[in-house]
């Protein structure tokens, strides 16, 4: 009896991941999955700042700053 109240567990615990994996890979416009995209290229353009890498994070961080929360600081590109 026991082990089949942890079988349940287990499987309904697999159901329950697979299900939130698939809908945040599914939403295109998922704000927690472009926030991470938007600091990985941040940490990608501090090591090599090239100008044209920082224009099109900026534009990346105006179109999620519209769209979601929180708020990105915007880049000095200068």
């Given amino acids: 009896m ?3 109240k942890n079988n349940l567990r287990n499987i309904l615990f697999i159901v ?5 994996v698939v809908f945040f890979f599914t939403n ?6 472009e926030h991470m995209f938007i600091l990985n290229d941040i940490k990608i353009y501090e090591k090599s700042l090239e100008p ?3 224009e099109e994070i900026l534009e990346k961080i105006n179109s999620y700053n519209e ?3 929180p ?8």
């Avoid at 329950?16 to 939130?20: C, W």
């Avoid at 295109?28 to 999955?33: A, I, T, V």
């Avoid at 708020?71 to 200068?78: N, R, S, V, Y």
């Fill in 16 to 20: 329950l991941a697979i299900v939130v």
């Fill in 2 to 4: 026991i082990l089949q």
């Fill in 28 to 33: 295109e416009k998922s704000c927690g999955m």
């Fill in 52 to 54: 044209e890498f920082c």
């Fill in 67 to 69: 769209s979601c929360s």
């Fill in 71 to 78: 708020i990105i600081e915007i880049l000095d590109c200068g």
